[in-house]
């Protein structure tokens, strides 16, 4: 069903047709500050389609030109070790053009009405970098009520030799889990022998680096709530191959130089890993993280930071 026009654009559900102008959107809205970085994807919906159930929507403009998309999918969280069914958005994109305008605010209005309420979903939530304050003010206007829950993206090279400066860190409270057993993602991961996961995210996207900045000359990423561990600097043209690590306890967390070593050879270059800020994951691997970056789960229930929380590896 089409939505009724509104200041001149109109949503519909996704259709194949629209998958080349959207990705020509996203060519054009680069992520990051200092470091621009271009997503490369086959496919708009290469990331919706690891979800079992999701919806996926388009803006279209008076002569039916796309002007923006976005996907809401179902997706399991694990909250104080109780399994909620929650709505995700994610890859919302607007056309540069067009912004401002309030497509991204009503797109978000659409997935929430159109797919999260009619199934129950709650919470719901996305996830973004703690400096897109674009994106925060446009959920503050999509949703009575929004919180923040904060974690880091801490980032390895894995050409690098990895340390892990302290295995005794107690069982993490934030942290990664692959909460699916669905067939479809047998080919999207791996378990190591310690049990750690590997979400190869390279397989859904890659990032190319686009430009950087020559504030940079002197070897530093920067950003929002930037916390500098190393320094280096990417080249431009190229490209970021990274897997996730999710699955991390105080029990396998020593294994993370092999598992590092293992991904050098098969020719990722990059691991990732999430934690909250300033705990003991962080604590252990910081000094061998080439940055840590901060983002927020924005969430329509509070999610309380001394609490068991689980997400779904998907999702980052």
């Not at 509104?6 to 990051?32: C, D, M, T, V, W």
């Not at 039916?64 to 909620?84: F, K, R, S, T, Y």
């Not at 067939?183 to 190591?192: A, C, I, R």
Request: proline share 5%; hydrophobic share 40%; aromatic share 10%.
């Amino acid at each position: 069903m089409n939505a009724k026009k509104k200041n001149g654009f109109r949503i519909i559900p996704y259709r194949l047709e629209h998958e080349q102008a959207l990705l020509e959107i996203e060519r054009q809205s680069p992520q990051g500050f200092m470091v621009k970085l271009e997503i490369l994807r086959d496919h708009f919906l290469s990331r919706a389609a690891l979800f079992d159930d999701y919806a996926a929507y388009v803006v279209l403009g008076p002569d039916d030109q796309v002007l923006a998309g976005g996907v809401g999918a179902q997706v399991p969280m694990l909250i104080n070790g109780e399994l909620h069914q929650t709505g995700f958005g994610f890859d919302v994109l607007v056309d540069p053009a067009v912004r401002n305008r309030g497509i991204g605010r009503d797109l978000a209005t659409c997935v929430r009405k159109r797919f999260f309420e009619p199934k129950g979903l709650k919470p719901q939530f996305t996830t973004l970098r703690a400096g897109n304050l674009t994106m925060l003010h446009l959920l503050s206007k999509s949703y009575r009520d929004t919180y923040l829950y904060e974690f880091l993206y801490l980032t390895f090279p894995t050409a690098r030799t990895l340390r892990v400066e302290n295995t005794a860190i107690g069982e993490p409270i934030f942290g990664a889990s692959l909460l699916s057993d669905s067939e479809n993602l047998n080919n999207y991961h791996e378990v190591t022998e310690s049990g750690i996961g590997l979400w190869h995210t390279h397989q859904v996207f890659q990032l190319k680096v686009k430009s950087v900045s020559p504030v940079l000359s002197g070897g530093l990423w920067l950003g929002n709530r930037f916390i500098r561990t190393n320094k280096y600097v990417p080249l431009v043209g190229s490209v970021l191959k990274t897997t996730t690590i999710f699955n991390l306890t105080q029990d396998n967390i020593h294994t993370l130089p092999e598992v590092s070593l293992q991904l050098y050879q098969q020719g990722i270059n990059y691991m990732q890993i999430c934690c909250q800020p300033n705990d003991a994951v962080y604590h252990a691997l910081q000094k061998s993280a080439l940055n840590a970056f901060s983002h927020y789960i924005v969430s329509t229930q509070e999610l309380n930071p001394d609490e068991p929380l689980k997400l779904d590896v998907r999702c980052l």
